[in-house]
């Protein structure tokens, strides 16, 4: 027994300084800092966003009294109803066409203030920002005002021109039109702003020598300046894409989804299903669908960035 | 080392001192020796109406020692049904909260029955309407108790002079202020032409047709007034019936002479409607009226509340409850009864409709004749038929008597206003009778 005492005291105590040591150099690692520094971070994300995604996964697989397990008896029920096939079309046109709209519109504008000499570009920069600033919630109340059904100001300003009135909130076309426009205001800053930060990443050496080889306006911005914004302009979309997926204040303010569900989108008829109607794993259903379409689309966008970097 | 040991004279004797010594000492009860309550209020819209809730709260929590906390929760954006689905899935929150219509439904598993309540209330107060039994009710149990802040009838609130001036029809001769109404000849056949008449005078009833509770429970009482369910009691799918086929040819004939951009309209469009001057008449409670006094007030003296035109199979207007919800989960269950039992006594009920400016409604029969709807003006007795004082209609809710929770998706979904928008806007009948099948079909999952 004494023996074994007497042999065991080496090994343990060289053990336990090869452990102090292990640790030591685990603490001293930059990862190791980086992981403990970011902990915080991680659990906020792990409690505000992982938590709540998967509650609603689990919700998604609950019973309309949320006391039976229905696996995707949701989901199943959900693809035989006309409205939600409805709102999936809904939701495309309205995420696709707002998202190709902000990104013209955001890389016109980005040249055009690109283009002003510096000293006064920083103002009209912030200004071009406003929309992107305000809460949409409130600045998607005054456009509820300028539309108003019976007392809009934009029909007031075109009866001056002996045109209209038009039913902005009331006709099906002219109702997703409105929310498409209000989308594409409240969102083209932020692509303006990306796409000015790329732009001016951009040498002007490779303009020069394209000038040189006689490119034209066109051939300029062809070869030139959307190869070198490929990439921002791929992750600005995306990201873009996901947020204009999720929308919801700017059709709920201004439409409710209304009229005949010609303007529902997967967050507002999620809402509709899940609060209003007090069928809350339905709803989980409703907004969980949009997940594997927008992971599909960022598979996609992503792997292309990651290629072309590597390629660089 | 010693140890003294208690003898079982010794213990008899000590335990006979203690408790004498117990029971004699004088008891001194705190400040709040009940224990606590929370309780959540909607957010009431007329200024001042919260303030009397606190004082009666505030009294009985001084007379029964109980502490009380009270929130107001807006119904802004649905706000108050999210903290009902919140408190339901957290189980916790306040020990009562104040619910709209299907809430309590919606969320049975999750209240306390509250028959001990009611039972007696009904005694003293009398009875409850249907509306109010549908959806407080089930299975006998009382869910919750009828609250009087925000229960409201949408009837329609009329402008005198328009009313005279293009359709003929005299309100305040139909609903005369302190007598029962003479108003046979006001039916559906009356206010299609009254309609019409307005319209062609540049004065259309302000009637919407969106998806908000407004629109829902005008078509809702329209539908009834024709015997139409979309889904009957007993849960099956009556859609394509004549009833049905009667309403919608109506509101077909109806929505040619309502603004063109009804179909937009949220629960604010009436109010404006009213309140700017344009309209003849709108189906809401006194509130857009009551706004009128302060902004409009040439507007607001040719204003008169009444009821609704009678249909082929009955006199029908829109009644939407709120109620008091009491969680199961509540620590407090005595104390959130008592108060209930207060609140809901003949003189805290005539205190919520003072305040309200006579907005607010109680459930109860003995309670409809009160001297606010008598009072209140200008012009005086515009209020006076709003609380229904001769029973002169029935007070209902869109999409009853479908079981409640099938009758929720109903409502929220807009079933009726879509049925009439389709046909109006061109669609055939049966297109628009298998569309709303095929929706209620699906309303009906468990």
Redesign the interface.
């Known amino acids: 027994m004494a023996d074994a005492v007497v042999e065991q005291g080496p090994t343990v105590r060289a053990a336990r300084a090869r452990k102090s040591t292990s640790l030591r150099n685990a603490l001293g690692r930059k990862s190791t800092v980086a992981f403990f520094l970011t902990l915080p971070l991680i659990l906020l994300i792990a409690l505000l966003v992982l938590y709540p995604a998967v509650y609603s996964v689990h919700l998604a697989t609950l019973n309309k009294s949320m006391q039976k397990f229905v696996g995707f008896g949701n989901f199943l029920f959900l693809f035989k109803r006309d409205t939600f096939w409805m709102v999936v079309k809904q939701s495309c046109i309205f995420a696709v066409t707002a998202v190709f709209f902000k990104a013209l519109i955001g890389f016109i504008v980005a040249h055009f203030v690109h283009n002003i000499p510096a000293k006064g570009q920083r103002k009209w920069r912030g200004m071009l920002l406003v929309p992107w600033v305000i809460p949409p919630a409130m600045s998607t109340l005054a456009w509820l005002w300028l539309f108003d059904p019976s007392y809009s100001a934009f029909n007031y300003t075109l009866s001056f021109f002996g045109i209209g009135p038009i039913n902005w909130l009331g006709d099906n076309l002219w109702a997703r039109f409105s929310v498409i426009l209000v989308n594409i205001w409240y969102g083209a800053p932020f692509f303006m702003i990306m796409y000015l930060a790329a732009l001016k990443s951009v040498p002007d050496q490779l303009y020069e020598a394209a000038a040189i080889d006689g490119a034209n306006w066109w051939q300029k911005i062809w070869y030139v300046t959307l190869p070198m914004m490929r990439n921002i302009i791929a992750i600005t979309a995306l990201f873009s894409l996901i947020v204009t997926f999720a929308n919801f204040d700017i059709v709920r303010i201004l439409t409710s989804g209304g009229p005949l569900d010609q303007t529902h989108i997967f967050a507002t008829w999620a809402f509709k299903v899940g609060i209003e109607g007090s069928d809350i794993p339905l709803g989980a259903s409703v907004s969980l669908f949009m997940v594997p379409i927008l992971a599909i689309a960022a598979i996609f966008i992503l792997r292309d960035v990651s290629k072309r970097g590597n390629e660089a | 080392m010693s140890r003294k040991t208690l003898t079982r004279r010794q213990f008899v004797a000590a335990t006979a001192m203690s408790s004498a010594a117990l029971i004699t000492a004088p008891y001194v009860r705190g400040a709040y020796a009940a224990g606590k309550i929370s309780i959540g209020f909607w957010d009431h819209w007329v200024p001042g109406a919260n303030d009397a809730s606190t004082t009666m709260v505030k009294a009985w929590g001084e007379k029964e020692k109980v502490e009380v906390s009270i929130d107001y929760i807006t119904s802004n ?2 706000k108050i ?2 903290t009902v ?1 919140a408190e339901a ?1 957290a189980k916790s929150g306040h020990d009562i909260l104040q619910m709209p219509t ?2 309590p439904h ?2 049975a ?1 999750s209240l306390e029955p509250v028959n001990d309540v009611m039972e007696p209330l009904i005694k003293q107060n009398g009875e409850v309407n249907g509306t109010t039994k549908y959806l407080g009710q089930a299975g006998g149990k009382w869910l919750a108790v009828p609250a009087t802040p925000g229960s409201q009838i949408k009837g329609p609130c009329s402008r005198i002079d328009l009313m005279k001036k293009h359709a003929g029809i005299d309100v305040q001769e139909m609903y005369p202020a302190g007598a029962p109404a003479k108003a046979d000849n006001w039916t559906m056949e009356t206010f299609l032409k009254a309609a019409e008449a307005c319209q062609k005078g540049g004065n259309p009833f302000g009637i919407g ?4 509770t407004d629109s829902v429970d005008t078509a809702g009482a329209i539908f009834q007034s024709f015997g139409a369910e979309l889904v009957n009691a007993k849960g099956d799918v009556t859609v394509k019936t004549d009833a049905v086929r009667q309403a919608l040819e109506y509101y077909k004939k109806l929505i040619a002479f309502l ?8 629960d604010a ?1 009436n109010n ?2 009213l309140i ?1 001057g ?1 309209g003849a008449m709108i189906l809401n409670p006194p509130s857009a009226w009551a706004v009128a006094r302060r902004d409009a007030p040439q507007v607001a003296e040719q204003c008169w509340t009444h009821g609704f035109p009678a249909g082929p199979k009955g006199r029908f207007a829109p009644f939407l409850p709120y109620f008091w919800g009491l969680w199961s989960f509540s620590k407090n269950k005595e104390a959130a009864k008592s108060l209930l039992t207060y609140l809901s006594q003949p003189a805290s009920i005539e205190k919520f409709v003072a305040a309200s400016g006579g907005y607010d409604l109680p459930a109860y029969a003995n309670m409809t004749t009160l001297k606010t709807w008598a009072e209140e003006g200008p012009p005086k007795g515009t209020l006076y038929h709003y609380p229904n004082p001769n029973n002169h209609q029935t007070l209902s809710i869109a999409a009853s008597p479908a079981p409640p ?1 099938v009758a ?2 109903i409502y ?3 079933t009726l206003t ?1 049925m009439a ?2 046909y109006a806007q061109g669609e055939k009948m049966e297109a628009t009778l298998a ?1 709303a099948e ?2 209620c079909e ?1 309303f009906m ?2």
Do not use: I
């Open positions: 954006n649905n049904q999210l689905a899935q299907w809430w919606a969320y598993e047709l969106g998806e908000t603004p063109p951009d009804a179909p937009s309209w949220d469009s404006k409607w700017s344009r929770k929720q998706q929220f979904q807009a879509k928008l389709r569309w095929g929706e699906g999952r468990s």
